[in-house]
């Protein structure tokens, strides 16, 4: 009785094993390419974000993120220094399917972090110009986008790209106030590998099978001499 229980036990092992890195493997293992569009425009007091990850097959498109941390200054000093190191913290939030854009419909979560320069905001004499503070930035992170009975991508995130930020000239003489910004980059997008998942639950079968095998002598069975 103990040895069909034992057997059973092997069985379920075997069963969640593989139920626990198919979505892994539907996922892919390998690196592949991933794009990153974030942009953000002011409206009064609040800084409306708005998130664009491409991948190959597919794209998901976030409205109205939480603000960037530390964030830019709304209204700022002729010679302020502008810092564009910046993270999202961890977000959520869910993407709506569009054909003409090509979103799907998943729940996305993760953080982005992007590392660069910081730039001296110039405040322009002309009242009608702009100042457009732009530099290299590199960015890392993790993302989970899926579906109740999908997993499109579990991992984690890095590349490099282009961040720009925009400042018109505000009421005050020698001040400028936040106009908005862009972050825009590729690089790739890596998957955890199946077979270190399933490392784990061929660990847990052995094991049972072990102690199912070491049990078999004590029941007064033997096992036949090689």
Not at 28 to 39: R, W, Y
Not at 42 to 71: I, K, Y
Not at 187 to 216: F, H, K, N
Request: net charge positive; hydrophobic share 40%.
């Amino acid at each position: 009785m103990r040895s069909r229980r034992r057997a059973v036990i092997v069985r379920i092992v075997i069963v969640l094993t593989v139920a626990t890195a198919w979505p892994a493997v539907r996922a892919s293992a390998g690196p592949v390419p991933v794009g990153v569009f974030l942009e953000g425009q002011p409206l009064f007091a609040h800084v409306r974000q708005e998130l664009t990850l491409s991948f190959p097959d597919f794209n998901v498109e976030l409205s109205d993120m939480t603000r960037f941390s530390p964030g830019f200054c709304l209204e700022c000093g002729d010679g302020a220094s502008v810092s564009l190191t910046q993270t999202t913290g961890s977000f959520s939030g869910h993407s709506i399917a569009n054909a003409a854009l090509g979103t799907i419909d998943a729940d996305v979560s993760g953080s982005l972090s992007f590392t660069g320069p910081s730039k001296m905001l110039v405040v322009p004499d002309n009242a009608f110009q702009g100042a457009i503070l732009s530099a290299p930035v590199q960015w890392s992170g993790t993302l989970a986008i899926m579906q109740p009975n999908h997993v499109f991508f579990n991992g984690t995130v890095s590349g490099s790209g282009t961040a720009s930020v925009f400042y018109e000239r505000g009421p005050i003489r020698n001040a400028a106030r936040l106009a908005g910004y862009q972050y825009q980059s590729g690089g790739l997008a890596v998957t955890p590998e199946p077979s270190s998942l399933l490392l784990i639950g061929t660990g847990l079968v052995w094991l049972a099978a072990r102690r199912q095998r070491a049990a078999l002598p004590r029941k007064g069975k033997t096992f036949p001499s090689t």
